[in-house]
């Protein structure tokens, strides 16, 4: 019975030893902090303030990857760069009393930045701005207040409305009743408009299924075709046949509405193809169309070698 009075008392006194080993000091709660993201463009000639919290961290993105972190006062501020995020530098403050220091990035291709660091401490006297988040773009970066924002970007990279592509299809599909060249049997086929665009050519094309059964569409060839090409030597049927020799032309896109067309289906497309420097006088353009079951029948039709440019009214001619 003594015993087990002792091992009561002992915990009585144990316990209420414990509770008062709470920390002394408590985060900043949300009231404490305005959080701010900025954007800013990267200068050599500025230094921009940071301004802290403690049990805040502040990220700082860099439009590339960083090479260098550098803190003034490491005792009274925390930088921290991983190479799993590359851009990313994270800074805190870690002392709860107030400090004052400065950051230096550097990144790979020789960009720097110079913060000045900013910690009130954690005493409270009311919401305060601290930034959460500042995100540094290049000069000539598109961001609102950008010293470079007038700069006209690469034509290539900003593009208006379609493209000539796109438009020659678009048109072609417009097309109600185009003027079909029945070849094998198999498809007919029907070319629409032709257009240069700098040193390749459109050309825009509709295909139909002739058969009574599915077909499927290969992809469009374009040849340079020669009909003067004699026939063998070696075999006495064809010594005094003429046939079309031709070389293939490199295609560089090509597009179908449709590529299985069922019976009386119509497919539309548009292939881009780089025009050969000059030909000769018997030589010329032709677009092949088959289908993957009569791949040995395909049906062409004939190209012009020069087409007109994109820059004038493209209309049909069908």
């Known amino acids: 019975m003594k015993r087990k009075l002792a091992s009561l008392i002992f915990l009585g006194v144990v316990v209420p030893a414990m509770a008062q080993q709470a920390p002394s000091r408590s985060p900043a709660t949300t009231n404490d902090v305005a959080p701010v993201i900025s954007k800013l463009t990267i200068s050599p000639d500025t230094v921009t303030d940071l301004r802290l919290k403690p049990f805040y961290a502040a990220t700082i993105r ?3 990857a960083v090479s260098s972190v ?11 760069h991983s190479e799993h995020e590359p851009d990313l530098v994270v800074v805190k403050p870690i002392t709860a009393d107030p400090a004052v220091s400065n950051l230096l990035i550097a990144t790979k291709s020789g960009l720097v930045v110079s913060l000045r660091l900013l910690s009130d401490g954690s005493a409270s006297g009311g919401a305060k701005p601290v930034d959460f988040v500042l995100i540094y773009k290049r000069r000539g970066s598109f961001l609102i207040g950008a010293v470079d924002e007038t700069q006209t970007p690469p034509a290539r990279t900003v593009q208006a409305g379609p493209t000539p592509y796109e438009l020659a299809l678009r048109e072609q599909m417009q097309v109600s009743s185009p003027a079909w060249k029945n070849g094998s049997g198999v498809i007919a086929a029907s070319m629409g408009i032709v257009t240069g665009d700098g040193d390749d050519v459109l050309v825009a094309f509709s295909v139909l299924n002739n058969t009574s059964h599915w077909v499927e569409l290969l992809p469009p060839q374009v040849e340079l075709a020669n009909p003067n090409g004699k026939g063998s030597k070696n075999n006495t049927e064809d010594r005094n046949t003429k046939k ?4 293939r032309v490199a295609v560089r896109e090509f597009r179908f509405t449709e590529q ?6 119509r497919a539309d497309g548009v292939v881009r193809f780089e025009r050969p420097d000059f030909k000769q006088h018997q030589e010329h353009l032709q677009l092949v169309l088959a289908t993957a079951d009569a791949v040995n029948r395909p049906l062409l039709l004939e190209l012009p070698f020069t087409a007109q440019p994109t820059t004038a009214n493209l209309k049909s001619g069908n």
């Not at 550098?70 to 921290?80: D, I, K, N, Q, S």
């Not at 079309?244 to 070389?247: E, G, Q, R």
């Not at 299985?260 to 289906?265: C, V």
């Open 260 to 265: 299985k067309l069922a019976p009386g289906a």
């Open 70 to 80: 550098v803190v003034g006062a490491p005792t009274l501020f925390l930088a921290e």
């Open 244 to 247: 079309v020799l031709a070389d």
């Open 62 to 64: 860099m439009p590339e």
